[in-house]
């Protein structure tokens, strides 16, 4: 697992030893990133349920401005830690919120922190892309854009207000649904 593109490129991440951490695979996280393009460059990012912190990462790497990754496994925590320091992330570009996400949108809507891509890959099959897109809006700035990575065959809703999916994407069994910040389902 490395790091695709930009100033990080080719930097080698620290893997999960277990299987309770299921890292984005490379050939996933550069076809997001390919579909993202420049959209990334100045952004403010937020990578919940980060694993690994892959996409925060890849993001920093192409240009974003900061990245907040949340997850609540300890073990996350630790590889998250030790992949921004492999990478030279500075603090004022990332942190870490080591609680769950609900817990963790609730304190950056507090401070009234707003984000304009959100990344999100919770464990398949639970349902936790609709639950979670339903707490996301306070924390959303205009024209926010989710990226939900799920199991392919996972169920995830075309409009849950004020979220509309506007692409899917299918890489083997990963699934990958995008989702703007909208007003209007039409």
């Not at 460059?41 to 919940?48: A, E, N, P, Q, T």
């Not at 609540?72 to 769950?100: D, F, K, T, W, Y």
């Not at 304009?116 to 609709?130: A, E, Q, R, S, V």
Request: one cysteine or more; aromatic letters at 6%.
């Amino acid at each position: 697992m490395r790091i695709i593109a930009g100033r990080f490129r080719g930097r080698n991440l620290a893997a999960p030893k277990s299987a309770a951490v299921r890292p984005t695979a490379d050939r996933v996280r550069e076809a997001v990133f390919s579909i993202l393009g420049e959209r990334v460059v100045g952004s403010r990012v937020l990578d919940l349920f980060a694993g690994t912190g892959a996409m925060g990462l890849e993001a920093l790497s192409r240009g974003a401005a900061h990245a907040v990754f949340v997850d609540h496994q300890r073990s996350s925590v630790v590889l998250i830690r030790a992949n921004l320091e492999r990478c030279g992330v500075r603090p004022r570009e990332g942190e870490i919120l080591a609680m769950s996400a609900s817990a963790a949108v609730s304190r950056l809507a507090s401070q009234n922190r707003l984000f304009d891509l959100i990344f999100m890959d919770p464990p398949y099959g639970k349902g936790w892309i609709d639950k979670t897109l339903e707490i996301l809006d306070p924390v959303a700035d205009t024209g926010a854009l989710v990226i939900a990575e799920h199991h392919e065959q996972d169920s995830i809703a075309d409009f849950l207000p004020p979220w509309k999916a506007e692409d899917r994407r299918r890489y083997g069994t990963v699934g990958v649904t995008f989702f703007r910040r909208v007003s209007d389902p039409s």
